[in-house]
């Protein structure tokens, strides 16, 4: 039950882009650094429960920058997928031609066929390049999903495009990006008042990542006790509150165990896929915190709060 919220309405940052992963925490991740591919020098943390060793969020030394949330599907079940969506993070951030527009790797995103067998997934991506260095702007990033309300599949005719402007907040998270969650709702007011407030009283980098943070850790989740909640109505009071504890998973009553509960070690990745093993005891709840700020000088620095407990500077770097 990720949420991602960006903005451009601090006129000292082109953007500000805040992301909370929420998973079983038992998942085996590694943490954010730096990894080479042919095309790319990539940071990201890496999902190492899937054989494509994909990412949730990841930006290049070149400015590519792509986040994901999943598509909440009616079943853990329907939610299982031949590939892995952290997989169209990498494939953005190491398409061939480095240089390529976003418009033209989504284009090739359908028209590749990639996309087939990919589980229900949003995606936020682009370049981080100035568009008007004046105002401070940078060019648009594009919001895709292969769930639409219409089912198309024309993958660059469904983008929307976003944070091209100043003054702008969205927020997404495991629905449509046209059909957002109570949480997305809340999540955008409560950061422009944040940035708002921020801008209003002086406040410097560090006490505004305090701030920012402070959105990220809202909690609103209801107190349910296991002997009461359903599956059901725990997974739905997790489209309210941005930061989601780690509480115990209820188990629904199906026979197949999801793929993200267990490292894959099986050659035969469909037969990995649907295993029989169950999970006695599931903590689920806010995994990893980022932060990403854009400076108008082009200077881009990552904050994470993996232990939630100290942030640190992940890495800085110039992109004009």
């Given amino acids: 039950m990720c949420i991602l919220l960006v903005t451009t309405a601090h006129p000292e940052y082109s953007l500000i882009l805040l992301s909370n992963r929420d998973e079983f925490l038992h998942r085996p991740t590694a943490r954010a650094a730096f990894w080479e591919e042919p095309n790319s020098h990539i940071l990201s943390g890496r999902d190492l429960a899937r054989p494509e060793r994909g990412t949730w969020l990841g930006i290049t030394r070149t400015g590519r920058l792509a986040v994901l949330t999943n598509y909440r599907e009616p079943t853990s079940l329907a939610a299982l997928a ?50 008007d260095i004046a105002l401070g702007t940078l060019q648009p990033l594009a919001v895709i999903s292969n769930r639409t309300p219409a089912g198309d599949d024309g993958v660059e005719n469904g983008a929307t495009w976003i944070a091209g402007e100043k003054g702008e907040t ?63 109505t725990q997974m739905e009071s997790l489209k309210h509150s941005i930061y989601i504890p780690a509480f115990s998973a209820c188990h629904e009553k199906v026979d197949a165990h999801p793929a993200d509960m267990t490292p894959i070690t099986d050659e035969d990745l469909a037969k990995a896929n649907i295993q029989t093993q169950w999970w006695r005891d599931r903590k689920y709840g806010t995994q990893t915190q980022t932060i990403i700020l854009v400076g108008q000088d082009g200077r881009v620095n990552i904050f994470s709060d993996l232990e939630f407990s100290a942030v640190s500077t992940i890495n800085n770097c110039n992109l004009m």
């Fill in 82 to 131: 031949e590939k892995s969506r952290g997989a169209m993070v990498t494939s953005f951030l190491t398409s061939t031609t480095t240089d390529s527009s976003t418009s033209e790797w989504l284009h090739s995103l359908h028209a590749t066929g990639d996309l087939h067998g990919v589980g229900g997934f949003s995606l936020l991506c682009g370049i981080l390049r100035p568009k």
């Fill in 170 to 232: 969205w927020g997404l998270s495991n629905s449509l990006f046209g059909d957002p969650w109570p949480k997305v709702k809340r999540g955008e007011g409560i950061l422009a008042e944040v940035v708002d407030t921020a801008v209003k009283e002086g406040k410097n980098e560090e006490e505004l990542l305090e701030s920012l943070f402070g959105v990220l850790s809202f909690d609103t989740l209801p107190k349910l006790s296991r002997d009461s909640a359903s599956y059901h």
